[in-house]
């Protein structure tokens, strides 16, 4: 919501409550009463209660806690409505016990608890609705750009990975070794059938198993080793809490190590490592930069398809890390299946 409307609608609604407050308590046949500084302390607490509603919201939104978004929006009501209740309650008898403007007891403390639980339920209900509703449009749209994003991906997909060159080098790689070592030749074709296999297997799925795609990855990389005679090597690091069950985009790794392989040099004798490193959430792909003498022209192509596809799937966005010595690639892991 723009700010200055939601001033404005404050400060209407703020008016609107003293008035209200000052009529009820107005005896029949006397004029209302009432402080004009009273819209000012009522906007501001309209503005606490806001604030905090949003800032519980967020904490749930950007925690690592597992929850459907019913459980998620009454768990924000309910933090924002007691600690909005408890603390405005106590800032204004501690005002009042300064100040020595009213008697303190319990009764009194009890109806301000009342007013401000009430004056929450409608600022901090009215404010989580709109998020709601702010989240449900975003949801959409992005249903919309993941169904289109799905589609180009899947042609896309094919396309890199089925591609002429591809498959030219790799049957050059397989001719030499058929004529030289038929036993790796052998492995080498097999190695090779897994990989489409597997493509051609998951190209419909908008998620798959973190645990088969590091098979696909490794896969991968053997025909990369064989073909590049070990100039890049593969590393995988799986930290305390990681979570193979968990689920990650199709290819998303074969994508990430062919974008470092395709602008960094290779070199047997000190071979470029590519770190795979799994986390509770997120899987990280970096290396040491080495560029090439030949720097080849960049479409950022990959990297845009990966990143449509987090927001779009994953609702998180693709993390890069881009120094003058290291590059890294952060992808999101989903705990839900999802499949198209």
Not at 161 to 167: A, E
Not at 184 to 212: C, M
Not at 224 to 247: C, M, W
Not at 307 to 320: D, H, K, S, Y
């Amino acid at each position: 919501m723009n700010k200055l409307i939601n001033i404005i609608i404050i400060s209407l609604f703020s008016i609107f409550m003293v008035l209200y407050s000052a009529l009820l308590q107005a005896k029949p046949g006397e004029a209302i009463q009432w402080h004009f500084d009273a819209p000012v302390w009522m906007a501001i607490q309209c503005l606490i209660a806001q604030w905090l509603t949003l800032r519980w919201f967020s904490f749930y939104q950007n925690s690592k806690h597992i929850l459907s978004n019913t459980q998620c929006y009454i768990r924000v009501f309910l933090l924002s409505n007691v600690s909005f209740t408890f603390a405005v309650t106590g800032l204004i008898v501690a005002l009042e016990f300064a100040i020595g403007i009213q008697a303190i007891n319990v009764a009194h403390i009890i109806s301000l608890l009342s007013m401000q639980f009430i004056l929450h339920t409608i600022v901090g209900g009215f404010t989580l609705a709109f998020k709601v509703f702010e989240d449900i449009k975003q949801q959409h749209s992005a249903l919309e750009q993941s169904e289109k994003a799905l589609l180009q991906s899947q042609v896309k997909t094919l396309q890199q990975h089925i591609d002429p060159h591809f498959l030219f080098n790799n049957l050059n790689v397989l001719s030499a070794l058929i004529q030289q070592d038929p036993d790796e030749a052998d492995e080498y074709l097999n190695t090779f059938s897994d990989i489409y296999r597997y493509i051609l297997q998951h190209k419909d799925h908008s998620l798959v198993p973190l645990e088969h795609e590091l098979i696909f990855a490794k896969n991968y990389m053997s025909l990369i080793s064989t073909r590049f005679e070990g100039a890049y090597v593969l590393e995988i690091i799986q930290k305390p809490g990681d979570n193979l069950r968990s689920h990650i985009l199709p290819c998303a790794l074969q994508l990430a190590i062919e974008n470092v392989i395709k602008h960094n040099q290779g070199n047997k004798l000190a071979p470029t490592k590519i770190e795979i490193t799994i986390d509770a959430d997120k899987v990280s792909i970096g290396n040491q930069i080495s560029q090439k003498s030949f720097k080849p022209e960049s479409t950022q192509l990959g990297l845009q398809n990966l990143r449509t596809r987090c927001v779009a799937i994953c609702n998180q966005p693709l993390e890069v890390e881009h120094t003058e010595h290291y590059f890294r690639l952060t992808l999101p892991l989903s705990v839900h299946r999802e499949f198209a």
